[in-house]
């Protein structure tokens, strides 16, 4: 990302940690978030015991700053904090507990760690930093050697030093560090250490995201599963595969063994025996540190178990849909052939339109067709005499077609075909003609009903005004 003046300027407009910095109340937020979290090194607390301790801290604060200082409850600050234009904790509920959880988010610790640095320190060691200079160099050199005589030669050079020192050691000649390189070092370890617990709260943050964009994808999915799961793992191997993922996985697989924990418990035990270690009054949980770590790096494997389990169910929902599917369809074709089994029909027992492909050729195609022109009547003379009046086919009636369906779909369950006359005569008209057109018109879209033109059938209905109106109409027979 290029460090420029708009990028500092979107940076400032949108980044959370820098909203935080610039916020009206940052004193207060940024020390009870450093104080409530990474001082006790806490992943993460519930919304009673945060607002019991955001409480008491306003209170001390009330006292010396006034009571109008800080007018809101410590609720409405956490809930303002976890809020989408702040950002600056995360809401969520934990596994198997219906009460609200706060963490702190990973931009929030950077912001903590660099107003850290603002603070003065009484004592900035710079060799240990120099030496660990050194050391990375030299594991890169010696790392990246890929000339067997240049790496036999430095082994050589590495071998002489150590005798060297042995036999200084024997001799009673021992170099021992002094006071302030103890100390110099014991810092360096201190903030490394925390910067580490810093560093899975990122990696959870990015597989998190991840697991938020995996449920939204499996919610909108239209596609194939081999699709789906291909972006999924995709995505994951990108995490994986980063710079980032690459060395998380080789810490955790570092941590994990028992023999480096064993190793790592001994070391701290014996330096935190030191005098000069003692004499900084040093966090005695710097000693369980390493378990710190488990605990953080288990939260990020819980987190990736949490996508495994999302694909999981996606699969088993689908597999269960479509094995219902071919179950329904066999037990569908069993009682078709228990119901035909004493009683085969005598007829054909099954019939396949189109058994055989039609062949159409171009030359059989006519190469004009007359059009058929309609034949309307323009009059049509009711019983009485009387005149058609307009209003009749311009009143706007709302006539439902689905309905008069339905009411078609109902006579052909218990048998072949009905007429239109029949079926008027079980459900009389409601609409007039409007109803009457209706039914027509469903019959001129179905391609099954017939229309017999030698034949006529009539229609009664009464009209709002109370008279009697009778139409006349070809005869139409719906089939099923």
Do not use: C
């Not at 935080?20 to 020390?31: E, F, T």
């Not at 006071?179 to 990015?206: H, P």
């Amino acid at each position: 990302m290029a460090f420029d003046y708009h990028t500092l300027k979107s940076l400032r407009k949108n980044h959370p940690a820098w909203r935080l910095l610039v916020a009206d109340h940052a004193p207060l937020i940024a020390s009870f978030l450093h104080r409530a979290f990474i001082v006790p090194n806490h992943r993460s607390l519930s919304r009673a015991e945060l607002a019991s301790a955001l409480e008491d801290f306003l209170f001390v604060l009330r006292e010396n700053e006034g009571e109008d200082a800080f007018p809101r409850t410590a609720e409405a600050y956490l809930d303002d904090w976890a809020s989408d234009d702040k950002g600056w904790l995360r809401k969520f509920y934990p596994k198997a507990s219906d009460e609200v959880h706060y963490d702190l988010m990973p931009w929030v610790e950077k912001a903590l760690f660099w107003l850290e640095g603002l603070v003065s320190r009484a004592f900035i060691g710079t060799e240990s930093r120099l030496m660990t200079i050194f050391e990375l160099l030299r594991q890169m050199v010696r790392g990246s050697e890929e000339d067997a005589e240049n790496r036999i030669a430095a082994l050589e050079q590495e071998k002489a030093r150590i005798e060297a020192e042995l036999e200084r050691a024997r001799a009673g000649q021992m170099d021992v560090l002094g006071d302030t390189a103890l100390k110099d070092r014991f810092f360096q370890v201190q903030k490394t250490a925390r910067e580490l617990l810093s560093d899975f709260r990122e990696v959870e943050y990015n597989f998190r995201r991840l697991d938020r964009k995996t449920r939204e994808q499996i919610a909108l999915w239209e596609g194939s599963k081999g699709d789906l799961l291909e972006d999924f793992f995709g995505e994951r191997d990108v995490i994986a595969e980063s710079d980032q993922g690459k060395s998380f996985n080789s810490f955790w697989d570092l941590l994990m063994s028992p023999a480096r924990q064993e190793e790592l418990s001994g070391l701290l035990h014996r330096v935190f025996e030191l005098d000069a270690v003692q004499e900084l009054a040093p966090d005695l949980r710097l000693k369980r540190v390493h378990y710190d770590w488990l605990e953080a790096g288990e939260h990020t494997q819980r987190t990736v178990a949490k996508l495994s389990g999302q694909l999981r169910r996606y699969l088993d929902d689908q597999a269960f849909l479509e094995n219902k599917r071919i179950m329904q369809v066999i037990q569908s074709i069993e009682t078709q052939g228990v119901r035909v089994k004493d009683e085969p029909p005598g007829n054909d027992f099954i019939s396949i339109d189109l058994p055989a492909p039609s062949v159409s050729l171009p030359m059989e195609r006519p190469m004009y067709t007359f059009p058929i022109k309609p034949v309307i009547n323009e009059t049509v003379s009711l019983g009485d005499g009387s005149d058609i009046p307009s209003e009749m086919l311009t009143a706007g009636v709302f006539v439902d077609k689905l309905k008069l369906k339905g009411v078609i779909r109902s006579h052909l369950q218990s048998r072949d075909q009905v007429s239109l006359g029949d079926i008027l005569e079980d459900h009389p008209l409601e609409k007039g003609l409007a109803e009457l057109v209706a039914y027509l018109s469903i019959a001129g879209e179905d391609e099954k009903a017939v229309f017999d033109e030698n034949e006529t059938q009539h229609a009664l209905w009464t009209d709002s005004r109370g008279r009697s109106l009778r139409a006349e109409f070809n005869k139409v027979i719906f089939n099923r």
